[in-house]
């Protein structure tokens, strides 16, 4: 079946450092999505990418779609503390006529102060 | 963005035993799903709840074993029955995010220990 794989599983950092995670899928996805989960708490949507070579930013977090929608990656610049958490991506596939998001491995990141 | 409360937020179960977990969003969804998230992994769909129509269940997930009931457009509940110590989990419910059809809200999640 379909499958989204997501690496690093870690990654610990200093704080200040960049980080990236990368995703990547077995098929091509209409969709990727990115969920962050704090330690304790339940994934929050980040963002969605939607076209092929996509670029989106959300301040220190920048996003991509590759161009031939089965990658992504999310590149945090000068991580804080406040980054920590487990940050998966998610794409949406088609079971036969039914869509769902399949959810990769995660990164978990740890940040140093 | 919809609010969602689950009920309990955490418990302690006996093998063998059942558990039923609500979930209850702020308004009106189409679509709820169930998650499992065992611990340190990532999630794994159970099934997909549609309200008026029967649940819809990932493989591996059977009806037998997590029961589904969607009475109305704001509530859900999952089952775990028959509970064994490879149940223990998180299970999430999230509802689909009608602006942005695709994305997801989650749930704050129940925390299941079988003992």
């Known amino acids: 079946g379909q499958q989204v794989m997501q690496i690093p599983q870690y990654q610990h950092v200093q704080e200040g450092e960049d980080f990236t995670t990368y995703c990547n899928s077995s098929?091509?996805?209409?969709?990727i999505q990115w969920y962050k989960q704090r330690p304790g708490g339940h994934p929050v949507f980040l963002i969605q990418?939607?076209?092929?070579?996509e670029v989106k930013k959300q301040k220190r977090l920048t996003f991509q779609f590759g161009e031939a929608k089965k990658n992504s990656s999310l590149h945090i610049t000068a991580t804080q503390t406040t980054d920590v958490g487990t940050y998966f991506c998610?794409?949406?596939?088609?079971?036969?006529?039914?869509?769902?998001?399949?959810f990769g491995q995660g990164t978990t990141l740890q940040v140093k102060p | 963005s919809a609010v969602i409360s689950q009920k309990p937020s955490r418990d302690i179960c006996q093998r063998g035993t059942s558990l039923t977990i609500q979930c209850q969003v702020d308004?009106?969804?189409?679509?709820m799903f169930w998650y499992r998230q065992q611990p340190g992994q990532s999630l794994t769909l159970i099934a997909t709840?549609?309200?008026?129509?029967?649940?819809?269940?990932e493989s591996g997930f059977v009806i037998d074993k997590f029961p589904i009931s969607r009475p109305n457009l704001t509530f859900s509940t999952l089952t775990v029955s028959n509970m064994s110590p490879e149940d223990s989990s998180i299970y999430l419910c999230?509802?689909?995010?009608?602006?942005?059809?695709?994305?997801?809200?989650f749930g704050p999640g129940t925390r299941l220990t079988v003992l």
């Open positions: 999230s509802v689909e995010n009608e602006q942005s059809t695709d994305t997801q809200y």
């Open positions: 098929t091509t996805l209409s969709n």
């Open positions: 990418l939607v076209k092929s070579g």
């Open positions: 998610a794409g949406w596939g088609y079971s036969g006529n039914t869509g769902k998001l399949i």
């Open positions: 308004s009106q969804v189409t679509m």
């Open positions: 709840a549609n309200q008026g129509s029967e649940a819809t269940y």
